[in-house]
């Protein structure tokens, strides 16, 4: 069995193919030096463009993750965080590039918040951009009575629905 922190050394030697692709067993979220893992190049079905995974990986229970690409800068971006060559460093590094396709701003980063959550807070960020509402003008929507914001004709809400195509997220 080919174990996580042999692949990891495999990747620092120079071992491995550039077309290879790194393969794990179990959730990426439980990603350990002891997790069964291997590199390998995928075939794809000429007819139906399918993935096919390379000789006995399947049967192994291995899936199929990131590049090679993406695992030497994973591991250069760990190092980088660690300061010095740090295998512990580039598996946390490893396993939240495959979990969150992002990298972390730091080791041992948290999760992400979830994207409903970044998306009202960048819906928040968007709305207070707009600035106050100049109630010397009335919005233009049909039954409103707030003012416009901004080099806009209509005020917060309805700017906000305008422009990005979706129910204003917010009570006020």
């Given at each position: 069995?080919?174990?996580?922190?042999?692949?990891?050394?495999?990747?620092?030697?120079?071992?491995?193919?550039?077309?290879?692709?790194?393969?794990?067993?179990?959730d990426?979220?439980e990603?350990?030096?002891?997790?069964?893992?291997?590199?390998?190049?995928?075939?794809f079905?000429?007819?139906?463009?399918?993935?096919?995974?390379?000789p006995?990986?399947?049967?192994?229970?291995?899936?199929?993750?990131?590049?090679?690409?993406?695992?030497?800068d994973?591991?250069?971006?760990?190092?980088?965080l660690?300061?010095?060559?740090?295998?512990?460093?580039?598996?946390?590094?490893?396993?939240?590039?495959?979990?969150?396709?992002?990298?972390?701003?730091?080791?041992?980063a948290?999760?992400?918040?979830?994207p409903?959550?970044?998306?009202l807070?960048?819906?928040r960020?968007?709305?207070?951009?707009?600035?106050?509402?100049?109630?010397?003008?009335?919005?233009?929507?049909?039954?409103?009575?707030r003012?416009?914001v901004?080099?806009?004709v209509?005020?917060?809400?309805?700017?906000?629905?305008?422009?990005?195509k979706?129910?204003y997220?917010?009570?006020?």
């Amino acid at each position: 069995m080919t174990t996580m922190a042999q692949v990891i050394q495999r990747i620092r030697n120079r071992e491995a193919d550039r077309e290879d692709w790194l393969y794990i067993t179990g959730d990426a979220a439980e990603l350990a030096f002891d997790t069964e893992a291997d590199l390998g190049y995928p075939e794809f079905d000429e007819d139906t463009d399918e993935e096919i995974d390379p000789p006995g990986f399947a049967e192994r229970g291995l899936r199929s993750t990131i590049d090679m690409t993406t695992l030497d800068d994973c591991i250069e971006a760990a190092d980088q965080l660690a300061g010095t060559k740090d295998d512990a460093a580039a598996l946390d590094v490893i396993r939240y590039y495959i979990r969150f396709d992002a990298w972390p701003n730091m080791l041992n980063a948290p999760d992400p918040p979830p994207p409903e959550v970044t998306l009202l807070r960048l819906d928040r960020e968007f709305v207070e951009n707009l600035g106050a509402e100049d109630n010397a003008r009335s919005c233009n929507k049909e039954g409103c009575d707030r003012g416009v914001v901004s080099l806009s004709v209509f005020c917060r809400r309805h700017h906000f629905e305008s422009v990005r195509k979706r129910p204003y997220p917010f009570e006020d």
